[in-house]
């Protein structure tokens, strides 16, 4: 089974699934239960956008969509919630969360944690490869500068090429988590003047203290990097609250 598109076009009315664009698809993995199934999907279209924040989610319409009984599709609702990317409720389905600022500098307290590991394990465990990798994909941020859906896009690329270098399961389990979340943000960072060179810049420090195998130094500039961001965050917050 492959979800690309609902069988229908629903409207954006709450508690209807609106349409999702035609480039996101998620295949139905083999022997995977319908529950699960519902999650990664609904987990992928929080991802990338397809559903937003504060939309609510009917069982039946996302029901009719992934072609399945209401009963897994209740269960991806739960499980959802337990991540904190969905909030039940008596409307018969669910909400998508919104992140206000208490959630926002809890969630970026985490993430804070869990970058600073990850730069510490990658200066230990990084291959020469893996390292090239990621000054490559950082140099590719200086072409795209006045381009933010390309450095949301390079951003997510070179953050995970970190992660994989840290060659630890459990680290990256926990920091995708952390990524699913982020999902729920609107709007990137790079609209604010000057933050695409800021954040070429702390990747740089990132990724040198990596060269040089310097993990305390890596560790650091990567909590930098993260607390720099929640302030930039809390900026478009402001922002968006005085509009």
């Known amino acids: 089974m492959t979800v690309t598109k609902p069988k229908r076009h629903c409207s954006s009315r709450k508690g209807t699934l609106r349409a999702v664009p035609s480039n996101f698809s998620v295949e139905r993995k083999q022997g995977e239960a319908l529950g699960d ?54 409307w018969n389905g669910a909400k998508v969360i919104e992140l206000d600022q208490q959630r926002l500098v809890e969630l ?10 990850a730069a510490r394990l990658a200066a230990q465990h990084a291959s020469k490869a893996e390292i090239q990798n990621l000054f490559r994909i950082a140099d590719s941020e200086k072409e795209a500068r006045n381009n933010p859906a390309r ?30 979340t982020l999902g729920l943000l609107r709007h990137s960072t790079f609209v604010i003047s000057g933050s695409a060179e800021q954040a070429h810049k702390e990747h740089l420090d990132i990724l040198g203290a990596i060269r040089d195998r310097n993990p305390d130094k890596a560790e650091k500039a990567a909590r930098i990097h993260v607390s720099n961001s929640l302030a930039l965050r809390l900026e478009l917050l402001r922002r968006s609250v005085q509009q």
Not at 108 to 117: F, I, M, Q, S, T
Not at 173 to 180: C, F, P, R, T
């Open 37 to 90: 199934f519902a999650a990664r999907v609904l987990r992928e279209g929080i991802r990338v956008g397809s559903l937003l924040p504060g939309e609510h989610l009917r069982e039946a319409d996302v029901a009719r969509w992934l072609n399945m009984s209401r009963t897994p599709v209740r269960e991806a609702f739960h499980r959802l919630a337990s991540e904190g990317l969905l909030m039940t409720g008596p």
């Open 108 to 117: 970026y307290a985490v993430r804070e944690a869990l970058e600073g590991a």
């Open 151 to 180: 450095l949301v896009l390079i951003n997510a690329e070179l953050h995970q090429a970190i992660y994989s270098a840290t060659h630890n399961r459990y680290l990256l389990q926990s920091l995708n988590g952390i990524a699913d």
